[in-house]
């Protein structure tokens, strides 16, 4: 079993920051990738930022040069540091760790509970 626990989430003004943690606890042997979706009211669940196990980047375009990823690999904890936040961010925010599955050749995603962050004055 895998266990996702994240933390940081709350309130916040416009502008302002947020820190996200997702530490990763279980039968983990390795990671492929982990990374944050988020989810708002009406819409579908969208990917935020992802950090390749080789150091790899991805994000959305309408978080680019406002959030930053970043991983504690002894720690298998993922971060998400939010800065200019804006209305549009406020969202679920769940974090999604990639494991390898040799039986497949694929990947399995385990998700968090999912941690709301709300960006409003």
């Known amino acids: 079993q895998v266990q996702l626990v994240e933390s940081g989430g709350g309130l916040v003004q416009p502008g302002g920051s947020l820190r996200l943690s997702c530490s990763a606890s279980?039968?983990?042997?390795?990671?492929?990738?982990m990374g944050w979706y988020r989810q708002a009211p009406g819409k579908q669940r969208e990917l935020v930022a992802l950090?390749?196990?080789?150091?790899?980047?991805n994000y959305a375009d309408s978080v680019k040069g406002r959030f930053t990823i970043s991983r504690d690999n002894a720690k298998n904890t993922v971060y998400l540091q939010m800065n200019s936040l804006k209305s549009e961010d406020t969202a679920v925010y769940y974090c999604?760790?990639?494991?390898?599955?040799?039986?497949?050749?694929?990947?399995?995603?385990?998700w968090g509970q999912g941690i709301q962050v709300t960006v409003s004055s």
């Open positions: 999604n760790v990639r494991v390898p599955v040799a039986s497949i050749a694929g990947t399995y995603q385990h």
């Open positions: 950090l390749s196990s080789g150091g790899s980047t």
């Open positions: 279980g039968s983990i042997f390795s990671i492929v990738a």
